[in-house]
C-alpha cells in the first residue's frame, strides 16, 4: 500500500528560524544618533528625532484642524472690560459679604476694585503695613485696628488669650504680653507710613506708641475722629492735641494679666486741654482722681457719654464728675471699688444733662461710694445695674436719692430682695418701665398689692427675677427632674 508523500514542517512552513521573515526595522533612539555621531549636537539629535517621529505618524492620527465658532468667541470675551471702574463697584456692592474672596480671584482688575471697596481692617502682621503693601492693596481704608500686629505672637503655643478685641497665642510666662510688644520705634514707624501714605482714616486702634509717632500721623491725617490708645501714658498724651477733630477717644493704661502703663493726673489734664471737642470718652485702666476728672469736665464742654472701666483712681474722683455739664450718660464697669473717700455729702454737687446710669460687674458693698455716686446722679431716668455684687437692700435703698428714674434695669442681683425693691420703686413717682431678671431673691410669692398695682400702672414690665423656680413651674407635672429614681432604681 502506498501513502501520500507527506510534506515536512520545515517544507510546509516555510518561515522556519532558518528562513526567518524580514523584521519591522526599529525606529532609531535618540540616544543611539547621539552616540553614532559623535561630532552631532545635543540640539541637532532632539530635532531630527521630533522630525522623525512627525513623518511615522499614521494619517489616522493626524487630527483635522479644529475650527473656532463664534459662539466660543463669545463666550472667551470679559464683557466687563468695557465697563468702567464706577459702575462695575456699584455691582459689586451689591453682592453679599460673604462673596468678597471669591470676587478677588476673578481677576486682577477685580482684586483691585475689591481692595478699594475694603474700609474696614484688623491687621495682624506690622510688615504688611511698613512695607507699603497695606495702603496700595487698600487705599480707602477709614478703619484700622493695629492691636495685634503689635504684638509679637507666639506660633507653636496652643494657648489662645482673648481679651475683648484682642486675640494671640501666648505662653504660658506671666509677662508674655510685656515682653512680646513690639518696641515702639516700629511701632512709630508704622504711624508714619500711615501719615504719608495720605488715608482718609477716621479710626485708629495702636498699642505702644509714642508721642512722636502720634504727632507725626496726627499731622498728616487730620480727618481722623476716633482713637484708641493702648498701653497709654502721660508722655503720650502730649502728642494727642495734634488731633484737632477727634470726637471719640478711648485710653487704656494697666490690664491685668497683660502690660502695665500709667495715666495720671498729668496726663488727664494734657487730655482735656488738647481735645476739647470730645463726644465720648473711655477710661479704661488708668490712674489719677479728683484733678484730673475735673479738669475734663471743664474744658470738654462737648462730652456726652463717659465710661469708666477698671479704674485705679484716688478716692475723690466721684465729687469731680459734677462738673460734666453736658454729660447725658455715665457708664461705670469692672471696677472692683467705687470711691473709698467721696467727701461730705453736702458738698457733693450733681450733673445736670444726666438721663443714663450704667453699672456693670462692680463691687457695690462700699457703701460711701455707692451714695455719692447715687448723689452725683440724681437726675437720671433711667438707671441700669447689671451683674453686679454687693447690692443688698440696704445699698439699694440709697437708689431714693434719683428724683426722675422712669426706666429701671435690674439683672443678675442675686442679694436683692421683693422687700428691698419694693421700698425704692414704691418711692418713684415717674416710672414708667422695669425690667427684673436673674435676680434669685425675688420671688412671685412675696409681691405685695401696693408692689403689684404699680406693675398694673407701668407702660412695660419685663419680669422674671427667680429663674429657677420660674423652670420648675413650667416643668412641673412632666416627671422631669425627679432624680432619675424612675429609671435608676436599686435592685
Known sequence: ???????????????????????????????TSWLN????????????????????????????????????????IDRTLSLPDSLLLKILHKLP????????????????????????????????????????????????????????PSRYSPILLSHKSISFRVSSNRDFVEKNLLQSELIDRGLRVLGRGNCDLLKLVVTNATEMGLLGFAEQCSDLQELELRKCNDNLLRGIAACENLRVLKLVGSVDGLY????????????????????????????????????????CELLEELSVCDHRMDDGWVGALSCFESLKTLRISSCGKMDGSPGPEELLGSCPALESLQLERCCLSDRDGVRALFKVCDGATTVHIQDCWGLDDDCFSLAKA???????????CSVLTTGGLESVVLRWEELESMRVVSCK????????????????????????????????????????????SKFFKKR
Not at 501513502?3 to 528560524?17: D, V
Not at 552631532?40 to 505618524?57: D, E, G, P, R
Not at 434719683?402 to 443678675?412: N, P, Q, T
Open 37 to 76: 555621531h559623535s561630532t552631532t549636537s545635543f540640539k541637532q539629535v532632539v530635532s531630527a528625532v521630533m522630525m522623525q517621529q512627525s513623518s511615522h505618524q499614521s494619517p489616522r492620527s493626524i487630527s483635522k484642524p479644529q475650527t473656532t465658532s463664534t459662539t466660543d468667541i463669545n463666550i472667551n
Open 402 to 412: 434719683f428724683r426722675r428714674v422712669r426706666f429701671l434695669s435690674l439683672e443678675g
Open 260 to 299: 502695665a502703663s500709667s495715666v495720671s493726673d498729668i496726663g488727664l489734664t494734657i487730655l482735656a486741654q488738647g481735645c476739647k471737642r470730645l463726644a465720648r470718652l473711655e477710661l479704661s485702666g488708668c490712674e489719677g482722681g479728683f484733678d484730673g476728672i475735673r479738669a475734663i469736665g471743664q474744658c
Open 441 to 484: 431673691n425675688i420671688k412671685d410669692s412675696e409681691i405685695s398689692p401696693a408692689l403689684s398695682s404699680l406693675f398694673s400702672l407701668l407702660k412695660e414690665l419685663t419680669w422674671g427675677p427667680d429663674t429657677r423656680s420660674h423652670l420648675s413651674s413650667k416643668l412641673q407635672g412632666a416627671g422631669i427632674g425627679k432624680r432619675g
Open 1 to 31: 500500500m502506498t501513502f501520500p508523500k507527506t510534506m515536512s514542517l520545515r517544507e510546509k512552513n516555510p518561515t522556519s528560524p532558518k528562513s526567518p521573515l524580514p523584521r519591522r526595522r526599529r525606529s532609531s533612539s535618540w540616544t
Open 97 to 152: 459679604e460673604s462673596r468678597n474672596d471669591a470676587v478677588s480671584l476673578v481677576c486682577k482688575r477685580w482684586l483691585n476694585l475689591q481692595g478699594r471697596r475694603v474700609r474696614t481692617i484688623k491687621l495682624l502682621d506690622l510688615d504688611f503695613l511698613l512695607s507699603g503693601k497695606l495702603l496700595s492693596r487698600f487705599p480707602n481704608l477709614t478703619n484700622l485696628d493695629l492691636s495685634n500686629a503689635c504684638v509679637y
